[in-house]
Antibody
Framework: EVQLVESGGGLVQPGGSLRLSCAAS????????MHWVRQAPGKGLVWVSR????????SYADSVKGRFTISRDNAKNTLYLQMNSLRAEDTAVYYC?????????WGQGTLVTVSS | EIVLTQSPGTLSLSPGERATLSCRAS???????LAWYQQKPGQAPRLLIY???SRATGIPDRFSGSGSGTDFTLTISRLEPEDFAVYYC??????????FGGGTKVEIK
């Protein structure tokens, strides 16, 4: 069974940093592209970033470019999102997701709250 | 950047009725890269349709997708109580990545 379990969310002050992790199991992690997608409270889904299967190629939404870094450790079956210079508008549930052009599986999400 | 516009914003229907949800793209989208998701409150989204018209594993056949170019449709032939949720369309493009529509909420009338 495919499982994606996010962790690392929490309350952080504006300008602060947080690193999210996503532990993958039930499939060959190193064979799949992965994404981070976020959802602000009561709002829709917004794509944040993606990484290819070996980590050699990444892409970011304009709203997070230069502040967030996606990475992966295929030996540990884990996806990461390093978030720096956090802003109030980054407050959202962050989902880890598997797929390339389509998201086949989603984690349950981890809540990030940016507030003083 | 392609923008996906979903309509209506809210659809009020009764169980057993047919639901027709629209997703319109600002420019032509490859059908191969158009998907639909269902999201219930407090849950992660779930893939329903990929490639514009193919059902994902385990999705009942009352869900169907159609369309091409800039106009795509998700149809639920007969609404079951568990189908009341928010539905999102999504497309993939080389820049910036995945794009989601704003969502259509299907609520009980």
């Amino acid at each position: 069974e495919v499982q994606l379990v996010e962790s690392g969310g929490g309350l952080v002050q504006p300008g602060g940093s947080l690193r999210l992790s996503c532990a993958a199991s039930g499939f060959t992690f190193s064979s799949y592209w992965m994404h981070w997608v976020r959802q602000a409270p009561g709002k829709g889904l917004v794509w944040v970033s993606r990484i290819n299967s070996d980590g050699s190629s990444t892409s970011y939404a304009d709203s997070v470019k230069g502040r967030f870094t996606i990475s992966r450790d295929n030996a540990k079956n884990t996806l990461y999102l390093q978030m720096n210079s956090l802003r109030a508008e980054d407050t959202a549930v962050y989902y880890c997701a598997r797929g390339s052009k389509t998201v086949e599986y989603w984690g349950q999400g981890t809540l990030v709250t940016v507030s003083s | 950047e392609i923008v996906l516009t979903q309509s209506p914003g809210t659809l009020s229907l009764s169980p057993g009725e047919r639901a027709t949800l629209s997703c319109r793209a600002s420019q032509s989208v490859s059908s191969s890269y158009l998907a639909w998701y269902q999201q219930k409150p407090g849950q992660a989204p779930r893939l329903l349709i990929y490639g514009a018209s193919s059902r994902a594993t385990g999705i009942p056949d009352r869900f169907s997708g159609s369309g091409s170019g800039t106009d795509f449709t998700l149809t639920i032939s007969r609404l079951e109580p568990e189908d009341f949720a928010v539905y999102y369309c999504q497309q993939y493009g080389s820049s910036p990545g995945l794009t989601f529509g704003g969502g259509t909420k299907v609520e009980i009338k």
